[in-house]
């Protein structure tokens, strides 16, 4: 459920190093355990003469020593070689997943319960102008308006507790050279193995672009909505030229037996109408 390869990383590593631990502590109970109790069974049947006993005895400690020692070493040895091939597939297995989520245009992120960064792709450098590393030293506070606090603050509440929402928004973001930035977010919960949730997750898309062509069109919309006849068309070029922040705007109609010539109905040419042409 969560994006964070890192801690899932440090999670599985801690695991199989306490699966190892405890692998060769049982085994060298049971070993030295059964070994305690055959060998002071079988040095009375060799001998009971107590210095012969006790020699035995220093000889058997000794040998078993050896023998364990030898058998830790092979164990261990397999077992780190096995776990080496297991790092090493799990290791490129995670660089293939970081770079497709390094690569990808849309900021893939994660944050915890009290609203701090503690994930963030390289899309996320790249929208907000700050290094990732100081990224992850910030919280969405310091990025995101104050006029979008109370959105996040209820919809952080709401996911806390537990709530049915929608998982897609829209708001704004401070970019670090202080423009502002729309976005629009899908988010998701991260849980732990026992249900609870730690961390929430999100992909972050910009639409800018988006709004600022809504806005345009508004704009358009109104400006021309009291126009009729050739004066719609030319309030509607002289709009869209200032909308679109261009110098020059035209509409026109298919004209010609083929109609393979366009007729102008206006043109705005920077400052002023200009004559209609094919």
Not at 77 to 103: C, G, P
């Amino acid at each position: 459920r969560g994006i964070d390869v890192f801690f899932q990383r440090k999670l599985w590593m801690h695991g199989k190093i306490l699966k190892i631990a405890l692998r060769t502590a049982l085994i060298y109970g049971v070993a030295g355990s059964l070994w305690i109790f055959f060998s002071d069974r079988l040095v009375p049947l060799i001998s009971t003469n107590l210095e012969v006993v006790t020699d035995l005895d220093s000889f058997k400690g000794i040998f078993f020593i050896l023998v364990t020692a030898v058998l830790l070493y092979l164990w261990l040895s397999r077992q780190l070689r096995r776990w080496e091939k297991e790092v090493t597939a799990r290791q490129r297995a995670e660089n293939e997943v970081k770079s497709i989520l390094d690569n990808t245009r849309d900021v893939i992120f994660q944050i915890d319960l009290k609203g701090n960064y503690i994930y963030g792709n390289t899309a996320a450098e790249r929208l907000t102008g700050y290094p990732l590393s100081q990224l992850l030293q910030m919280s969405m506070w310091q990025l995101v308006p104050p006029e979008h606090h109370q959105l996040l603050k209820e919809r952080l509440r709401r996911r806390i507790a537990g709530e049915a929402m929608e998982s897609t928004f829209e708001f704004e973001i401070r970019h670090h050279d202080g423009h502002r930035v729309w976005l629009e977010l899908t988010t998701s919960g991260v849980f732990d193995p026992a249900e609870k949730l730690t961390a929430i997750q999100g992909v972050a898309r910009d639409i800018s672009e988006r709004k600022r062509a809504e806005d345009a069109l508004r704009s358009v919309m109104v400006a021309t909505a009291a126009a009729t006849g050739e004066e719609f068309f030319r309030t509607l070029v002289q709009h869209l030229a200032t909308a679109l922040d261009v110098r020059y705007a035209l509409v026109g109609e298919p004209a010609g037996p083929a109609r393979e010539v366009v007729r102008t109905l206006a043109v705005w040419a920077g400052d002023r109408f200009v004559e209609n042409f094919d």
